[in-house]
């Protein structure tokens, strides 16, 4: 299987595309366009955004990102759109069962979806998989479903389940696991020196258990049990033994933000490098049209078994979803604005 996009999504400027981010992309035609604060006004101006964006690529299924988890990681904001509590608050939620928590998670990630399709996004990145461990960096902190890795797996479907009925494809993220992590990846290279069997146990096991998720995103981290060189974005031995080994995740794989300082080298020797470690997609969040042209000539055409993940993936947006007739979105709300107030 083949298709005429570029294996890369790619961020862009401001609320509309400049002349030359439209060449760029009638050019390089990227797999997906991911959107950030710097790209967000109002719902007309996001649906203008996304639409040109597929008409540009030809392609009206075209892959829109964004990371709106709730919480610290919200693109879309008040007063335009509603405050969607962090993973942690339904985790922190008090005198819940076990099933009673995933409903509410459910729910919420059902609100989300509501919320991405009214304005042409069609992928979410979240849910957070990682498990925080002691003496772990914040950057996970309330982004995380706890620290019990088969809670984590248990509500991470739920918001899996809910992003899909909603007509959403979900993100897990970071495989295999950023929870040890005691640096921000943002701004250094993080390295665990965790054993496997600890790692196997913990880190790896909420991904293991949503193996059959479409799409996760990579950690930029070192696991010195596996390789002590190359953070696993760009590590053979971590893409091939633990994501599509000992986790078993087959689905469409793309990298964590490319602009992240944890990554050394140029944007092309970082490209390259993640194709050769068995990547699928690379993710290039901001707006250079120079690291973005690295980016874009250094990604391959989607083809063979990472165009087949891609495709798998789309088809879930078009398949029937009978439980999205039943939901009731005034109730959904006030559940989860409930379960909010709880984990006060």
Same mark, same amino acid.
């Given at each position: 299987?083949?298709s ?13 595309l400049?002349?030359?981010e439209?060449?760029f ?6 797999w997906?366009?991911? %959107?950030?604060?710097r ?25 829109? %990102?964004?990371?709106q988890?709730?919480g610290?990681?919200q693109?879309?904001k008040?007063p ?5 509590p962090?993973a942690?608050a ?10 009673e928590?995933?409903?509410?998670v ?10 991405l399709t009214?304005?042409?996004v069609n ?7 990682d ?9 996970v ?7 019990d890795p ?8 739920a ?11 979900p993100?897990i993220?970071h ?14 290279l993080p ?9 196997e ?9 949503l193996a059959?998720?479409?799409l996760?995103?990579?950690a ?7 390789d002590p ?5 760009v590590?053979?031995?971590v ?10 995740f087959d ?15 140029s ?11 068995g990547?699928?997609?690379? %993710? ?14 250094a990604?391959p055409? %989607? ?12 088809a ?22 409930s379960?909010l107030a709880?984990a006060?």
């Amino acid at each position: 299987m083949s298709s005429d996009a570029r294996a890369f999504t790619t961020g862009c400027a401001g609320l509309v595309l400049t002349s030359d981010e439209r060449d760029f992309i009638r050019t390089y035609r990227p797999w997906g366009l991911i %959107l950030f604060g710097r790209n967000i006004q109002d719902r007309a101006q996001l649906s203008a955004l996304t639409a040109e964006f597929r008409d540009l690529v030809g392609r009206h299924d075209a892959p829109v %990102l964004i990371d709106q988890e709730g919480g610290r990681v919200q693109r879309l904001k008040p007063p335009q759109w509603r405050k969607r509590p962090p993973a942690g608050a339904y985790a922190r939620a008090a005198g819940l069962s076990s099933v009673e928590r995933a409903d509410l998670v459910r729910a919420g990630a059902r609100l989300i979806a509501r919320d991405l399709t009214e304005i042409g996004v069609n992928v979410n990145c979240m849910p957070v998989l990682d498990v925080p461990a002691p003496g772990s960096h914040d950057i996970v902190g309330d982004r995380a479903y706890g620290d019990d890795p088969s809670e984590v797996a248990r509500l991470g479907r739920a918001a899996c389940e809910g992003l899909l009925a909603g007509g959403v494809l979900p993100v897990i993220k970071h495989i295999p696991g950023h929870g040890r992590a005691r640096a921000d990846s943002h701004l250094a290279l993080p390295v665990v020196e965790a054993s496997w069997a600890e790692l196997e146990t913990s880190d790896f096991a909420p991904f293991r258990a949503l193996a059959d998720m479409p799409l996760a995103m990579t950690a930029h981290v070192v696991f010195t049990a596996i390789d002590p060189d190359r953070p696993a974005t760009v590590s053979p031995a971590v893409v091939r033994d633990v994501i599509r080994g000992a986790i078993g995740f087959d689905g469409l794989l793309m990298s964590d933000d490319l602009s992240m300082k944890a990554l050394g080298g140029s944007f092309a020797e970082k490209t390259e490098a993640l194709f050769a470690a068995g990547g699928d997609i690379a %993710l290039y969040c901001w707006d250079v049209l120079a690291d973005a042209e690295e980016v874009a000539k250094a990604s391959p055409v %989607l083809d063979g078994r990472s165009a087949e993940r891609a495709a798998r993936a789309l088809a879930l947006l078009a398949a029937p979803r009978p439980e999205a007739m039943a939901f009731d979105p005034v109730d959904a709300e006030a559940r989860v604005h409930s379960a909010l107030a709880m984990a006060r």
